[in-house]
């Protein structure tokens, strides 16, 4: 489906040609990667397993850490993210998702003056590739103090600060899909987000609250991507429901629930986006196998834990 993905962190224990033919049969044609995921194959036998698949890779997650706060030096997160840039570039992957990583002992001043100079090194790094680093902010409340962007004006604010195209957000609408400011930034965020993250959940973000699958929750997901597609979004929407239910229904089943689930929310918004409504041409969707009548708009050029944040 057109400009539609899923996320190799909805299936963490799959191997790479079992995801790839369940994502293609469910109507998928783009996935996220997942760096640790990448190691034991190396980087040439996915290449050739994306190709022969005839699968897109929506972004590569992820690189950063620049604050020293998960033990290793500025230094070695910087040349750590120049190894996924080159990655991303190899796998013609659009987008790196980067984090930021914690006060790590420092002042906050510090330590976002840290982030900053990292992304202004990489950002030359980047353009180079073809490759955007999209800055993800986590909520407090997900993972407490791992991250010092802890909402979406500050990564807002940085991002703004670097200034540099190469240099966007990773916007996760789990975390932040009820932020009393999400409404409000949405013509910001449809303009910087490189990638946009979707699952669902009921009550507040919670280190223990499963990653819905979408339309499963409580979330006004189907409003917020349709606006996000008004406001002239551009980007990728990854899907990455992670948890119990997932694990309950099965990740066959769940891939088919989610395609149909962001075919209809997105061709709802795209039959309703005109030329009055609208800052950006209407969304084309396709299945996965159908004659596609526009191609993708996007150019195509570590080691952690699954976390549900």
Known sequence: MFDVAISQ?????????????????????????????????GLGAVASALACAGVRVSSLQWAGGFTAGDGRSFAESVEDAVEAIAAARLLAAPVLVVHSG???????????????DALETLAPVARRAGVTLALRPIHAAVAPGCSLLTGLADAIDLVEQVGDPAVGLAVDLW???????????????????????????????????????????????????????RYGYQGDFE????????????????????ARTAE???????????????????????????????GSRRSQASSQTVSRG
Do not use: N
């Open 239 to 258: 899907f990455d429901p992670v948890g119990e239910l997932v694990e309950s229904l099965g990740h066959e089943a769940v891939l088919r629930e989610t």
């Open 102 to 116: 914690c006060r790590g002992g420092h002042t906050r001043a510090h330590a976002a003056r840290l982030v900053r």
């Open 9 to 41: 962190l909805t299936a963490p224990r799959l191997d790479l040609e079992r995801e790839l033919a369940l994502a293609t049969a469910a109507g998928f044609d783009a996935i996220s990667l997942w760096r640790p995921k990448l190691s034991d194959l």
């Open 264 to 294: 209809t929310w997105l061709g709802r918004a795209a039959a309703e986006c005109t030329a009055e409504t609208c800052l950006s041409p209407p969304r084309t969707l396709h299945r996965r196998g159908e004659a596609a009548g526009v």
């Open 175 to 229: 975390q932040f899909a009820d932020a009393a400011d999400a409404g409000d930034r949405l013509p910001r965020l449809a303009e910087i987000a490189a990638v946009v993250q979707v699952a669902d959940r009921h009550g507040p973000p919670s280190p223990d609250a499963d990653r819905l699958p979408a339309g499963r929750g409580g979330l006004p997901l189907e409003t917020l991507l349709g606006d996000l597609v």
